[in-house]
Nanobody, 115 residues
Framework: QVQLVESGGGLVQPGGSLRLSCAAS????????MTWYRQGPGEQREFVAS???????NYADSVKGRFTISRDNAKNSMYLQMNSLKPEDTNIYYC?????????WGQGIQVTASS
């Protein structure tokens, strides 16, 4: 099977933290760029952070200094540590695996930062 499965979402108060995980199966994980996106109802998909097979990272300006993306190729997994969460971070977060123009998407997981 080829799939990405997100976990670790939930509800926290503003200023709190969550750690998202994305478990990949059925792909040569170490060949893929891994990316987190987020999207709300009726909104455009937004880039959050990405990490290359060799560990190079990129972040959206809105999350720099607060979020940290990482990967463990031995476990076929990617992670997103989210600190100092803001209400505007509330969204469904999607895991993506990309190799050239081929994209694989997870089902998405809800993250809510609200008091």
């Amino acid at each position: 099977q080829v799939q990405l499965v997100e976990s670790g979402g939930g509800l926290v108060q503003p200023g709190g933290s969550l750690r998202l995980s994305c478990a990949a199966s059925g792909i040569s994980f170490n060949l893929y760029i891994m990316t987190w996106y987020r999207q709300g109802p009726g909104e455009q998909r937004e880039f959050v952070a990405s990490i290359s097979p060799d560990g190079a990272t990129n972040y959206a300006d809105s999350v720099k200094g607060r979020f940290t993306i990482s990967r463990d190729n031995a476990k076929n997994s990617m992670y997103l540590q989210m600190n100092s969460l803001k209400p505007e971070d509330t969204n469904i977060y999607y895991c993506n695996a990309q190799r050239q123009r081929y994209n694989i998407w997870g089902q998405g997981i809800q993250v809510t930062a609200s008091s």
